[in-house]
C-alpha cells in the first residue's frame, strides 16, 4: 500500500469511532494517476480514503479517521452527511455497469475490506455511492457488474448472521 496525501479533508464531526459504513465508487475512468492527482489538487474538493487501481495497487489518500469527500450529497438510513460516517473507496474503472472489475482489484478489495472490518468493528454498512447518493439516481458506481456476492462472501464467509448490509440497501 502506498501513501499519497491529499489535503482534502478535515476531522470527522462524530471522531473516528463514528464510522460505519464503507461506500464504493467507481473513478469514471482507467487514470489511476489521474485520479489520485485530481485528489491531491486543492480546487477539486474532492477526495477519497482509498484509490484500487487495475493492477492491485492500493494508495491511501485520507487517513480512516479523517472525513474524506467522496459521498456529495448523501444519505444513508435517514442520516445524512454520508462522508461524515463513511470509509470512501474509489475503484478505478471507467464505468462499473459495463466494464468489468479487475481480478486483481477484487483481490485488493477483499483484502482492504477485511482490514477496515477489523479496524471499525461499529461498520454496519457496505454499499455503492448509487445507494447513498441524492437525488436517487445521481450516481451509478461502482455500477451493475460490481460483485457484491464476492465482498461479502469475503469480508464475513459462510457466517451470515453477524454481517453488516453489504450491497445495495
Given at each position: 500500500m502506498e501513501w499519497i496525501f491529499s489535503p482534502n479533508f478535515e476531522p470527522r464531526p462524530g471522531g473516528p469511532s463514528d464510522v460505519t459504513s464503507i461506500i464504493?465508487?467507481?473513478?469514471?475512468?482507467?487514470?489511476?494517476?489521474?485520479?489520485i492527482s485530481w485528489f491531491q489538487n486543492p480546487n477539486s474538493r474532492v477526495s477519497a480514503h482509498y484509490v484500487v487501481d487495475r493492477d492491485a495497487q492500493i494508495t491511501n489518500i485520507v487517513d480512516t479517521n479523517d472525513r474524506a469527500w467522496h459521498a456529495g450529497i448523501s444519505e444513508l438510513n435517514g442520516r445524512s452527511n454520508v462522508n461524515d460516517f463513511s470509509i470512501g473507496i474509489e475503484i478505478v474503472n471507467p464505468d462499473g455497469n459495463w466494464s468489468p472489475y479487475t481480478e486483481a482489484q477484487y483481490q485488493s478489495l477483499e483484502w482492504l475490506t477485511q482490514d477496515l472490518l477489523n479496524k471499525y468493528p461499529s461498520i454496519t454498512h457496505i454499499t455503492g455511492h448509487e445507494d447513498v447518493a441524492l437525488p436517487e439516481g445521481r450516481k451509478s458506481d461502482p455500477g451493475d457488474l460490481f460483485d457484491w456476492n464476492r465482498i461479502r462472501d469475503a469480508a464475513y464467509g459462510a457466517n451470515t448472521n453477524v454481517f453488516p448490509v453489504v450491497g445495495p440497501v
Open positions: 464504493f465508487h467507481h473513478t469514471g475512468s482507467d487514470n489511476g494517476d489521474g485520479t
